[in-house]
């Protein structure tokens, strides 16, 4: 307070004590660092039963003595909920090693998009042989990317098309090469995603819709094909809209700027 001469002639003092704040923040940073540990840990060792359901499903379709068409149905079946495992166990992983400060490792080498592309529409339209999945490809589509990368990534986009596109309407992947970058777009119709969503639709843990079976995924998808398109140089994107639908637009560069 100050006097009519403008002098100080009295003041108030105020502390608080951040003690307790701070200890529950570093609480919750080591719990956090736990559970991270933890998952990686855990997907990690899915992966040798997975690997032998795997196997053992592959022996009994190749068998000398044939399967009936019912057990033949519930092998496949099988088989198509261990790739899916195997996609979510991957993509935890690769959760784990980023939140740890690491990058995704990837291995360059000479590979067509549009193969990789056709190799994921074909696997997807065989696990979901109700749904329909398209490819449209122009122009030279090769570049230098990892291939086991690229096939994450489109399975991905397809499987979040899947979740939240209308089942009735066709999911179409496009493949352009015809400029100095290669261009991969998924679309799907359905419900758009909400437009206060789209700021944070490659965060981890965000879903595209609130639609769906919330069992179909975890909501790391989205989020590892950010991560793969960044590691190689390239952008992604998406629109979405009642009229028009839902694009993801990935835009890669042939080679490496390194």
Partial sequence: MRDAAGRTVAGVAVSTDVTQHHELQEALRREGDVREKLLGIVSHDLRNPLQAISTVSHLLLSSSEPLSPPQRKWVTRIRTSVRRMDRLIRDLLDFVRIRQGETLPVERQPVSLEEVGRTAVDELQAAHPHRQLLLEARGGTCGEWDPE??????????????????????????????????????????????????????????????????????????????????????????????????????????????
């Fill in 149 to 258: 990368r690229l096939m994450q990534l489109v399975g991905n986009l397809l499987s979040n098309a899947l979740t939240h596109g209308a089942e009735a309407a066709p999911i179409l992947v496009r493949v352009d090469g015809e400029g100095e970058q290669v261009v991969l777009e998924v679309s799907n119709q359905g419900n758009p995603i909400p437009p206060e969503l789209l700021p944070r639709i490659f965060e981890p843990f965000t879903r595209a819709s609130e639609g769906g079976n919330a069992l179909k995924g975890v909501g790391l998808g989205l989020f590892i094909v950010h991560e793969i398109v960044a590691v190689h140089g390239g952008r992604i994107d998406v629109s979405s809209s009642a009229a028009t639908g839902t694009t993801f637009r990935v835009r890669l560069p042939r080679t490496s700027k390194a």
